[in-house]
C-alpha cells in the first residue's frame, strides 16, 4: 500500500487525512506544496473531465474546480477580440491552445473560480504557466510540465503552491468504494463515453445541429459528469458559461446556471467592455466591479471606476440580451416540465441534450418545438455525487 499524507481533513479539526492505494503505487506525485483533502477531490474530478473532453473533442481541456463542482471548463478554441477584453488577456499576448482552453475555463464564471483548483489536459506549457500565475488558486494538476512552466508555477504562494502531476496512463479498478458514517459504498465507476455518438435521438421538429453546437453540447455533458448533481450546465463557444450545481429541484439548476450564463454574455457587451477602470485596479477588483455593475447593485462605484458609472438597469440588461441565440444546454436527468424550457430559452438557448423518460416528455417536445429549440433525447443519466 502507498499512502500520502495530506495537511487535512475538510475542514482543519479533522486530522489523520490522507490519500492510499491497495496495490502498485499512487498515480499522481507532488511536486511541489502540500495539497489538502478538497484539494484532492477537486483535482482528481478535474482530471477525469479534462481527459473525457479531450477525448470526446480531440481540443486540449481545461477545468477550474471548486468545492468538487466545475466553476468552469473548456476546450483550446482560440479567443476572438471581445474574449481577449473580457477575460483581461492583452492582444499581444499569444496564447497555446491549452492556454487558451485555461483562460475560457477561468474566464467562465471569476467569482466561483477565485482559489480554484486547475485542471490540464496536456502538458503545462509556459504560455499557460503564465497565465495562471496571474489568478488566485490553491494548485494544479497535470500529465507533466515543461521546465519553463514547473520554474513560473513554482514561484506562486511563496514556493508553496501545489502541483501535481498525473499518470495518464492510470486506468482504476472497475468497482469504487466510498464510506460514509462507516458504512462502504461499492459501485461501477461511471465508464460512460460522451462523445459525437451520443448526440441522437433529436426529437424535435428541428433537427439541424452544426458542428460548432455538437461541440458545445460535448463541453456540456462531460462537465456534468463530474458536477455535483442535480446539475444542469450552458455552454457555448467551446465552454462552459453557467453551471447549476448540486440543486435539488432542476428548475433551481435551470435558472442558477441560466443567471450565470446571462452574465457571461453581458460581461461581452460594449458598456461592460468599456468601463473606465482605475488603473491601479487589480484583477479581482475588477471582477467584484463587474459583478456589482451587471447585477445592478446599488454601491459607491467610485472606488473602482475613474468617472462616474451607473448600475445597469433591468431594462439595459433585457435589451442587451434578448439578441442572445445558439447557446447549447445539457441536463443531467430528465426536465420533469416546460418550465426549464422556458427559462432556458430566456438566456438563448437554441440546443438542449437530456436523456428523457420523464411522464410529461411530450409536453417538453412541444414547448421546444415552439420555441425552435432542438433536443436530442438520449437516454443517459449522469447523476454524480
Excluded at 100 to 124: E, H, K, N, P, Q
Excluded at 135 to 161: C, F, M, N, R
Excluded at 277 to 284: A, H, M, Q
Amino acid at each position: 500500500m502507498e499512502r500520502l499524507e495530506l495537511k487535512y481533513g475538510c475542514n482543519p479539526n479533522q486530522g489523520q487525512a490522507s490519500i492510499s492505494i491497495d496495490e502498485g503505487t499512487l498515480p499522481l506525485k507532488v511536486l511541489n506544496g502540500k495539497p489538502g483533502y478538497i484539494n484532492l477531490l477537486d483535482a482528481l474530478n478535474g482530471w477525469q473531465l479534462v481527459a473525457s473532453l479531450k477525448q470526446a473533442t480531440g481540443l486540449a481541456s481545461a477545468a477550474s474546480f471548486k468545492h468538487v463542482s466545475p466553476a468552469g471548463a473548456a476546450v483550446g478554441l482560440a479567443l476572438n477580440e471581445n474574449e481577449r477584453r473580457m477575460y483581461f488577456i492583452d492582444e499581444k499576448q499569444t496564447l497555446s491552445e491549452l492556454a487558451s482552453a485555461y483562460v475560457r475555463a477561468r474566464g467562465a464564471d471569476r467569482m466561483s473560480s477565485f482559489g480554484d483548483f486547475i485542471s490540464l489536459s496536456d502538458t503545462c506549457d509556459l504560455s499557460t504557466a503564465k497565465r495562471i500565475k496571474s489568478e488566485v488558486s490553491d494548485g494544479v494538476i497535470a500529465p507533466s510540465y515543461t521546465e519553463e512552466a514547473l520554474a513560473v508555477l513554482k514561484q506562486k504562494k511563496g514556493g508553496a503552491y501545489t502541483i501535481l502531476c498525473i499518470d495518464p496512463s492510470y486506468a482504476p479498478p472497475l468497482l469504487e468504494e466510498r464510506s460514509v458514517y462507516g458504512i462502504t459504498f461499492t459501485q461501477e465507476r461511471n465508464t460512460q463515453v460522451l462523445d459525437d455518438s451520443v448526440l441522437q435521438p433529436v426529437v424535435t421538429k428541428q433537427k439541424d445541429i452544426s458542428q460548432e453546437d455538437r461541440l458545445n453540447l460535448l463541453v456540456a455533458l462531460n462537465t456534468l459528469k463530474y458536477t455535483q448533481s442535480n446539475s444542469v450546465c450552458y455552454a457555448y463557444r467551446g465552454q462552459t458559461i453557467g453551471v447549476g450545481a448540486g440543486q435539488q429541484s432542476r428548475i433551481h439548476c435551470t435558472r442558477l446556471a441560466g443567471e450565470k450564463a446571462d452574465l457571461w454574455q453581458l460581461r461581452q457587451t460594449e458598456r461592460v467592455l468599456s468601463l473606465p477602470f482605475l488603473p491601479s485596479l487589480s484583477r479581482n477588483d475588477k471582477d467584484n466591479a463587474v459583478e456589482c455593475f451587471l447585477r445592478g447593485e446599488t454601491e459607491d462605484f467610485s472606488r473602482y471606476f475613474a468617472q462616474p458609472v451607473s448600475a445597469l438597469t433591468d431594462e439595459e440588461r433585457e435589451s442587451l440580451l434578448c439578441s442572445v441565440s445558439g447557446v447549447s444546454l445539457a441536463s443531467d436527468a430528465f426536465f420533469p416540465f416546460r418550465d426549464n424550457i422556458d427559462r432556458a430559452a430566456k438566456s438563448g438557448v437554441s440546443y438542449i441534450v437530456q436523456c428523457g423518460g420523464s411522464v410529461r416528455d411530450d409536453l417538453v417536445i412541444e414547448a421546444c418545438d415552439a420555441l425552435g429549440i432542438v433536443m436530442i433525447m438520449n437516454g443517459i443519466r449522469l447523476f454524480h455525487h
